[in-house]
């Protein structure tokens, strides 16, 4: 065996930070870089930090903000709204400094429409950038080249007047699509890589990463046959083309230049092919620097055998060197304790930090915090501005980060830039920090548990299969076993089973000592989850 330490991103729980939301330095009403810098304590490196390894941040580059950053004007710079280059300098730092591992959003599919590249392209026919997007005429009666719909409604193709050509667009108008067949626009993205790498960044969470590749011939979407839906179709050609697998790889070769880098790959999966699609990114990527988002936890139901199923099958198709990551949000979904529940929530903290892998965490929901209710007036989300009322709005859970009881729940001294939930008042991280049954406490004491147990960091999966409502699993490492417990339901359910036997280490409800003896037979109160520590 060998002696060396595993890499970081084999067991690193990772943090995902919205920069608009999580602390503003300047008092402008929106988060910034130095904000998260003056906050790092509360993540890791102190006695009662949180304890995470890593922090995911999502897109801080200049933006129109069309799409909140993911419409990037330059993707070698800090928005001045969010710092300067110095600042992402001295947050590096000091995240490095605390042993956190810094992973930024790296966005290749799409660019703003206020990118230089796009200016230039959209300019004439014949100009160089031309082919960094992709241009296409118009049918004879004017209409878009294809049916190929945008993720955020209508055509995805835009006319542009200048030059009486259609632009391609899987996302916004504002967000034309880069070309990635033009090799040039390869080596460029695989420039700003190596920009950030050598920076110092420890990897990059790759948005979108479906549309890199489409057909080549631009055929035309066939109706989805499995909707009553008429006009509802089916991305067969639209995305997932034949060398997004080849352009993945490119990226990953830029990465295995740099020791100990990793990338995260961002691809939601058609609903009936969800382990097939996971697993072809590990086969087809390459393993040791990449892996991509595992969104199960978001999509399935809360219910213990959606979850048992999926995940036993999952992590026995997983080679010993791929890293699963795990998520139970993110800033394009509802938040966890608003899907789940308040309660169940807790038995959701326990499930995601016990499992293997690199778990991501989505700030806030260490405090339990839930879905704002958004006035019309005060969207911000694109995806609700044009469809609206539908449900698709990502505002919600896009809010400050409540930190503790006073005004604008101390994120900031200004009206800030999403309104606060009113339960700030008690769901907050000052307050949260000294009551012991708290979420917050909740989470720590999960956090402190995985990063001093290298079972749960690197033992193996072995399901476990005692009741239909209870999740159950082993995480076994050299002689030792851990047991995790889940009980989805609001019933209280008594287990015997001769692999229950140990001590307890820790109960969701935090109001059972460590190391008390559990014998054969065991009874979960509701939604309870336990960390056994087999005999
Ligand atoms: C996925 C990002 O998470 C989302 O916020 C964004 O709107 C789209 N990709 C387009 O970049
Ligand atoms: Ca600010």
Not at 25 to 36: V, Y
């Amino acid at each position: 065996m060998s002696h060396h330490q595993p890499a970081w991103f084999k067991s690193a729980v990772l943090y995902q930070i919205y920069p608009r939301s999580f602390y503003d330095s300047n008092n402008d009403g929106i988060g910034d870089l130095p904000g998260i810098t003056q906050k790092l304590d509360y993540l890791a490196g102190k006695h009662d930090s949180l304890g995470v390894n890593a922090i995911w941040l999502s897109p801080f580059y200049p933006s129109p903000l069309a799409d909140f950053g993911y419409d990037v004007s330059d993707h070698c710079a800090v928005d001045p709204m969010y710092g300067t280059l110095k600042d992402f300098k001295d947050l590096l730092k000091a995240a490095h400094e605390r042993e956190i591992k810094v992973i930024v959003d790296f966005i290749p599919n799409h660019t703003s429409n206020q990118h230089a590249w796009f200016q230039e392209s959209r300019s004439s026919k014949d100009n160089p950038k031309r082919n960094w997007y992709t241009w296409q005429d118009a049918k004879p009666d004017g209409s878009p080249p294809n049916n190929w719909l945008s993720n955020f409604g209508g055509s995805a193709w835009t006319l542009d007047k200048k030059t009486g050509q259609y632009y391609l667009h899987s996302f916004l108008p504002e967000q034309p699509d880069l070309n990635w067949d033009n090799p040039e626009v390869r080596a460029a993205m695989k420039d700003v890589l190596r920009f950030w790498l050598d920076l110092g960044v420890d990897g990059f969470r790759v948005d979108a990463v479906y549309w890199l590749s489409k057909d080549p011939e631009l055929r035309k979407d066939p109706a989805n046959l499995s909707t009553p839906e008429p006009n509802d179709i089916r991305p067969r050609y639209s995305k997932a083309g034949p060398h997004l697998y080849k352009y993945l790889q490119e990226i990953a070769g830029v990465l295995k230049a740099y020791p100990d880098r990793f990338m995260i790959t961002e691809a939601y999966p058609e609903k009936w092919r969800n382990i097939v699609s996971y697993i072809k990114f590990y086969k087809n990527v390459a393993p040791s620097v990449s892996a991509p988002f595992n969104f199960e936890g978001i999509d399935l139901p809360w219910e213990a055998k959606a979850f048992q199923s999926f995940i036993d099958r999952f992590q026995a198709k997983l080679h010993t060197t791929y890293v699963p990551v795990y998520n139970l949000g993110n800033h394009d979904k509802p938040r966890l304790a608003t899907r789940v529940g308040p309660v169940a929530a807790r038995t959701a903290a326990m499930l995601l930090l016990t499992l293997p892998g690199m778990p991501i965490m989505y700030y806030g929901d260490e405090i339990g915090m839930t879905n704002a209710l958004i006035m019309p007036s005060e969207v911000k989300d694109p995806a609700e501005k044009n469809q609206p009322g539908l449900g698709y709005g990502r505002d919600p859970e896009r809010t400050p980060l409540q930190w503790d009881a006073t005004a604008h729940a101390g994120f900031s001294k200004h009206k800030t830039w999403l309104p606060i939930p009113e339960n700030y008042r008690y769901i907050n991280i000052d307050s949260e920090a000294t009551e012991p049954y708290s979420m917050l406490s909740l989470y720590k004491q999960l956090l402190s548990l995985r990063n001093g147990l290298a079972t749960l960091k690197y033992g193996r999966y072995h399901p476990l299969m005692l009741h239909e409502d209870v999740l159950a699993y082993q995480r076994r490492h050299g002689k030792e076993r851990l047991t995790v417990l889940l009980n989805f339901s609001d019933a209280p359910i008594a287990l015997t089973s001769r692999s229950i036997r140990g001590k307890l280490l820790l109960s969701t409800h935090l109001d059972i000592a460590a190391g008390s003896p559990v014998v054969a037979e065991l009874t979960l109160r509701p939604h309870e989850g336990v960390v056994i520590q087999n005999a």
